[in-house]
């Protein structure tokens, strides 16, 4: 089972970033996917959940209304689509596949003027 995630960096606060995770060694379109971040000197949270089919999603309250989670099944890819971007969302962002109970190594996401 490998998860790459890409598409960290620096933005300001009220920008946009598009995270993607790239899976592979497992059935990607049978297994539900998720968004978890971990900010410096605090636990790993949840972000964003959807299901093997993409039929249903589910969020954070947080993160509700702006962040957009969603896949393509047929390139055994997740996403992460981030709007209004706060300063306190700086943290390494990482996908998992939580039923394997796996996770990728994270990508950074610095929000800052």
């Known amino acids: 089972v490998q998860l790459v995630e890409s598409g960290g960096g620096l933005v300001q606060p009220g920008g946009s970033l598009r995270l993607s995770c790239a899976a592979s060694?497992?059935?990607?379109?049978?297994?539900?996917m998720s968004w978890y971040r971990q900010a410096p000197g605090k636990e790993r949270e949840f972000v964003a959940f959807i299901f093997s089919t993409g039929i249903a999603t589910r969020y954070a309250d947080s993160v509700k209304g702006r962040f957009t989670i969603s896949r393509d099944n047929a390139k055994n890819m997740v996403f992460l689509q981030m709007n209004s971007l706060k300063l306190e969302e700086t943290a390494v962002y990482s996908c998992?596949?939580?039923?394997?109970?796996?996770w990728g190594q994270g990508t950074q996401v610095t929000v800052s003027s």
């Open positions: 060694g497992f059935t990607f379109s049978r297994n539900d």
């Open positions: 998992a596949a939580p039923s394997l109970a796996r």
